[in-house]
């Protein structure tokens, strides 16, 4: 069944800065009426969704007098777009608040309740959280300067190797100091023992607080800690980056022979020619057994884009990037590739050429299989499925292949460049309006 859950259940939790105690968990508030996973189950299926589908999406509402929600909008929608977000939302006139409990929020205030529906018997677990050290590398730069603390909550997929994807940011506070962001670029370094469902690894998602504490004195005046270097995202479309194969040649030969698997994030600058340079490696699991020297092996095959999106150029920027190493790729077919971003799709003008000499009797609907390619973009691309079938739509969609690019690394660690991926479309005409509206 598809969990409805409310409140703000936090499963790990962070503490990062100068205390060491980790403090309690948020508690939900108090509700005196709440769907039941029945109903959850049934939102989910109205919005086209089944119960066997992982998803999760976590709506904020503001509390009225009357213990009801209003205002409510999504801060969480996994996947994309999908039955989970519209079903969540319309789950939301079901709530009420305890107003009578002393838990309970002050009229205004903004709530939030949830519909996942990841299974596991085992929940995920940490094996490393980043360090004071690590946080200052992220550190917002004019809240350090001020001194000024910050917390944030964020969300996000566990991989089945435990790294984490999927990143959103729930709170942040205080608002506009840019936490949230700052929590989410330290993902790269986290590593999670992975949920598992009978035995075995399965996706599974949390909730991590952060809290942010501004060092002082010497702390403070470090070099090597100085926030104003600038931290990119390894998830981009890189001009060229390591294949599913190189990754594979890569895996140390004694931890490959005794079916272990690892990982590695390195911390490294670009130059002025994108490639990479100055690389340490900040974290390696299990220790000794190759996986940081693999890792490292790979990182001449790492170059840039001429420039950022900004139109700043890379040189003396830093990039945290984390290589998974997982014994399934040895035998796997497809290839195990990481969760990719879109970098470019195709212009409405674009898909209504290709669509519009069409009939559409309601709506199109096309899934493209293609390999992902240096650069980002796809190649062999093939009609998986099409509907309605033999009437030009599958051509269609194939001619706007090359309109699609996507990210070639990802923040789970894993290659993109070498793997299938998947690319539904949509195609619906819509009615043109009267004249002279």
């Known amino acids: 069944m598809s969990r409805v859950r409310a409140g703000c259940v936090l499963v790990a939790a962070v503490l990062l800065g100068a205390a060491t105690p980790k403090p309690p968990a948020p508690q939900p508030p108090t509700w005196s009426q709440k769907p039941t996973e029945?109903?959850?189950?049934?939102?989910?299926?109205?919005?086209?969704?089944?119960?066997t589908d992982p998803g999760q999406a976590i709506v904020l509402c503001r509390m009225k007098s009357d213990g009801g929600l209003e205002a409510c909008r999504l801060a969480v929608d996994r996947p994309a777009g999908g039955a989970f977000g519209k079903a969540a939302l319309t789950l939301?006139?079901?709530?009420?608040?305890?107003?009578?409990?002393?838990?309970?929020?002050?009229?205004?205030?903004?709530?939030?309740?949830?519909?996942?529906?990841?299974?596991?018997?085992?929940?995920?677990?940490?094996?490393r959280k980043p360090t004071q050290r690590d946080l200052m590398t992220v550190y917002p730069t004019e809240a350090m300067r001020l001194g000024r603390d910050g917390k944030a909550t964020i969300t996000c997929v566990v991989s089945l190797q435990g790294a984490l994807f999927d990143c959103d940011v729930i709170s942040e506070s205080p608002p506009g100091e840019h936490f949230g962001a700052a929590a989410v670029a330290l993902t790269p370094q986290l590593l999670m023992r992975p949920a598992t469902l009978r035995g075995q690894p399965v996706l599974s998602n949390v909730s991590i607080p952060f809290t942010f504490k501004a060092?002082?004195?010497?702390?403070?005046?470090?070099?090597?800690?100085?926030?104003?270097?600038?931290?990119v995202s390894p998830a981009m479309a890189w001009?060229?980056?390591?294949?599913?194969?190189?990754?594979?040649?890569?895996?140390?030969?004694?931890?490959?022979?005794?079916?272990?698997?690892?990982?590695?994030?390195?911390?490294c600058q670009f130059d002025r020619a994108g490639r990479l340079r100055s690389c340490v490696t900040i974290t390696e699991e299990?220790?000794?057994?190759?996986?940081?020297?693999?890792?490292?092996s790979l990182t001449k095959q790492f170059r840039a884009p001429a420039t950022m999106t900004d139109g700043h150029s890379f040189e003396g920027i830093s990039v945290q990037i984390p290589v998974v190493f997982d014994p399934v790729m040895m035998a796997a077919s497809p290839p195990i590739i990481g969760k990719a971003q879109w970098v470019a799709l195709p212009s409405g003008e674009e898909t209504s050429a290709a669509f519009g000499k069409l009939k559409v009797d309601g709506v199109a609907r096309?899934?493209?299989?293609?390999?992902?390619?240096?650069?980002?973009?796809?190649?062999d691309c093939r009609v998986d499925q099409e509907t309605p079938a033999g009437q030009g739509f599958g051509a269609a969609?194939?001619?706007?292949?090359?309109?699609?690019?996507l990210t070639t690394w990802t923040v789970e660690g894993?290659?993109?460049?070498?793997?299938?991926?998947?690319?539904?479309?949509?195609?619906?005409?819509?009615?043109?309006?009267?004249?002279?509206?």
């Not at 969609?397 to 690019?405: I, N, R, T």
Request: net charge positive; aromatic share 6%; with cysteine.
């Open 215 to 231: 060092p002082g004195g010497a702390m403070a005046r470090r070099p090597d800690l100085d926030p104003n270097k600038g931290l």
């Open 38 to 51: 029945a109903q959850g189950d049934a939102a989910l299926a109205a919005a086209g969704g089944k119960p």
């Open 239 to 267: 001009v060229e980056a390591p294949s599913y194969a190189a990754l594979v040649s890569a895996y140390p030969a004694k931890a490959m022979e005794m079916h272990v698997g690892g990982r590695a994030t390195l911390s």
């Open 397 to 405: 969609a194939l001619s706007l292949a090359p309109h699609f690019k």
């Open 414 to 437: 894993l290659p993109t460049v070498g793997g299938v991926i998947n690319i539904p479309l949509r195609y619906e005409l819509k009615d043109p309006p009267p004249a002279g509206k």
């Open 286 to 296: 299990p220790k000794q057994k190759g996986f940081g020297n693999a890792a490292m």
């Open 92 to 127: 939301a006139p079901l709530f009420r608040v305890d107003r009578a409990s002393p838990r309970a929020p002050a009229v205004g205030e903004e709530i939030s309740f949830g519909l996942s529906n990841y299974k596991f018997d085992v929940a995920p677990d940490w094996l």
């Open 366 to 379: 096309v899934r493209l299989a293609c390999v992902v390619v240096q650069g980002g973009g796809v190649t």
